[in-house]
């Protein structure tokens, strides 16, 4: 059965360096999102990605995040400068065009920013 | 804005018992999703069960099964013949229909964590 992947699974950075958070949607899918969730909190909502650009994002995906959809299968997530509070689990989601409103989520990228 | 509300931090229910979970929401939306996810000890989000508001008939998956109150905008989830590997956060959330780019994203509400005792 296709599935999310996500890459890599657990990632250690210092405050301030930039991080690449990436994932592999399943192949037949269109829209592509982004949620983080804190430790202990609600998964939260962080961008959605559609033909090839942002067609939504929150208060949370300020000027430090950045998403690309490089080659036509890998879809990425940067910091450019990370901080603190930036320590979250981070899922990637992908949904296709007939599957009536189901994202699947990948298995998610534990960041811890020191 | 809409909303979702999970007003059970935690339960427990005995294995084989049956235990639901409850979800309100708030939303000016006519056609929208709701979902009920999973989240394991491994943090994985896997998706339990999904609901179409313009469908009437509650969703079922096996011995899960919804009940969803359009007007009353409920939406709660009941686990017949708990498992031990039904422990877990449960999470429901919310994704208002769009056309497009605009299909919109899930909003989850804080979750229920559940444990299910041998």
């Known amino acids: 059965e296709p599935e999310v992947t996500q890459t890599p699974s657990h990632q250690v950075t210092q405050m301030g360096q930039e991080v690449i958070l990436r994932c592999v949607p399943i192949?037949?899918?269109?829209?592509f999102y982004w949620y983080r969730q804190i430790l202990g909190q609600k998964v939260e909502f962080l961008v959605s990605?559609?033909?090839?650009?942002?067609?939504?994002k929150s208060e949370i995906f300020d000027d430090q995040f950045s998403v690309e959809r490089p080659d036509g299968s890998n879809f990425t997530l940067k910091i450019r400068s990370t901080k603190l509070e930036d320590s979250a689990m981070y899922f990637c989601a992908s949904r296709g065009g007939t599957t009536h409103g189901t994202q699947y989520f990948g298995p998610g990228t534990r960041l811890l920013v020191l | 804005a809409q909303t979702v509300t999970q007003s059970q931090p935690e339960m427990s229910v005995q294995e084989a018992e049956t235990v639901t979970l409850s979800c309100t929401y708030d939303?000016?939306?006519?056609?929208?999703?709701l979902f009920w996810y999973k989240q394991p000890p491994s943090r994985q989000m896997i998706l339990v069960i999904r609901q179409e508001a313009y469908k009437q008939q509650n969703a079922t998956e096996n011995r899960f099964s919804v009940n969803f109150q359009k007007a009353a905008k409920s939406f709660s989830l009941k686990i017949s013949d708990s498992q031990l590997g039904d422990t877990a956060m449960y999470f429901c959330?919310?994704?208002?229909?769009?056309?497009?780019?605009?299909?919109?994203?899930?909003?989850f509400g804080k979750g229920t964590k559940l444990s299910v005792k041998p």
């Open positions: 959330a919310f994704m208002k229909h769009g056309n497009g780019g605009s299909q919109g994203n899930l909003i």
């Open positions: 939303t000016s939306e006519n056609n929208y999703y």
């Open positions: 192949s037949n899918h269109l829209y």
């Open positions: 990605f559609y033909n090839n650009e942002i067609s939504e």
